[in-house]
T-cell receptor
Framework: DTEVTQTPKHLVMGMTNKKSLKCEQH?????MYWYKQKAKKPPELMFV???????INESVPSRFSPECPNSSLLNLHLHALQPEDSALYLC??????????????FGPGTRLTVL | QKEVEQNSGPLSVPEGAIASLNCTYS??????FFWYRQYSGKSPELIMS????GDKEDGRFTAQLNKASQYVSLLIRDSQPSDSATYLC??????????????FGQGTILTVHP
C-alpha cells in the first residue's frame, strides 16, 4: 500500500483567510514532504520533515507554515496568501530520507485558488 | 546548465510504437533516479526507479541508466493511448545537504495517437 491522502481536494480562499492543508500516510514512512506545482511546471520542493523534525525549508515565505504533529500527519497552514500562490500542493512521503533506494510517493494533491 | 534536462517534446508516437524518453543530469554524485508519470490535473505517479548502471524492466517499461554519461532513459514498448501523459525524470543526490531532495526535469509530454 503506497497511499498518501490529502484533504481537501480543492480549496478557494481569499487573501485574508487562514486555512490548512492536511496530509496523512499510514505506511510507517518517516519522511514527509510538501511540494508546490504550477501549471506546466515540475513540482517544487517546499519543506521536508524527517522523524517529525523540519529538515529542509526551501526559503518558503512565512505565509506558509508547516507542521508535523506526528509521524503520520503533515499540515500546511496558510495565511495571507497571494493570488500567485494558486497552485497544486502535493504531499509526499518516503520510508527513510537518505537511503539510495528511498522513494517518494505522492498524494493526490490539493488544488488551491487564492482570490 | 539545468541540473536535470529532459528532451523537450512534445513527443507523439503511434499506438503500438516504442516511446523513448531521455534525461541527463549534471550532478555526478547522484545515486537515485526515478520516472514519474503525471496525467493532466493529477499528481505524479511513480512508474520506475533505477539505481545501478544498465537496464531495468517492468512490464512494458524499461529504464536505462548510464552514470558515466550521466544519462537515464525510459522506453515504453507497445505504447497505448492511456500512456499519454507528462513524464517527469527525477534525480536524488547521496544525502547530506541534498537530504531527500528530488530534482525534477521539466517533463516531457507524450501523446500516443490511435
Amino acid at each position: 500500500d503506497t497511499e498518501v491522502t490529502q484533504t481537501p481536494k480543492h480549496l478557494v480562499m481569499g487573501m485574508t483567510n487562514k486555512k490548512s492543508l492536511k496530509c496523512e500516510q499510514h505506511m510507517g514512512h518517516r519522511a514527509m514532504y510538501w511540494y508546490k506545482q504550477k501549471a506546466k511546471k515540475p513540482p517544487e520542493l517546499m519543506f521536508v520533515y524527517s522523524y517529525e523534525k523540519l529538515s529542509i525549508n526551501e526559503s518558503v515565505p512565512s505565509r506558509f507554515s508547516p507542521e508535523c504533529p506526528n509521524s503520520s500527519l503533515l499540515n500546511l497552514h496558510l495565511h495571507a496568501l497571494q493570488p500567485e500562490d494558486s497552485a497544486l500542493y502535493l504531499c509526499a512521503s518516503s520510508q527513510l530520507g537518505q537511503a539510495v533506494t528511498d522513494t517518494q510517493y505522492f498524494g493526490p494533491g490539493t488544488r488551491l485558488t487564492v482570490l | 546548465q539545468k541540473e536535470v534536462e529532459q528532451n523537450s517534446g512534445p513527443l507523439s508516437v503511434p499506438e503500438g510504437a516504442i516511446a523513448s524518453l531521455n534525461c541527463t543530469y549534471s550532478d555526478r554524485v547522484s545515486q537515485s533516479f526515478f520516472w514519474y508519470r503525471q496525467y493532466s490535473g493529477k499528481s505524479p505517479e511513480l512508474i520506475m526507479s533505477i539505481y545501478s548502471n544498465g537496464d531495468k524492466e517492468d512490464g512494458r517499461f524499461t529504464a536505462q541508466l548510464n552514470k558515466a554519461s550521466q544519462y537515464v532513459s525510459l522506453l515504453i514498448r507497445d505504447s497505448q493511448p492511456s500512456d499519454s501523459a507528462t513524464y517527469l525524470c527525477a534525480v536524488k543526490g547521496p544525502g547530506g545537504t541534498s537530504y531527500g531532495k528530488l530534482t525534477f526535469g521539466q517533463g516531457t509530454i507524450l501523446t500516443v495517437h490511435p
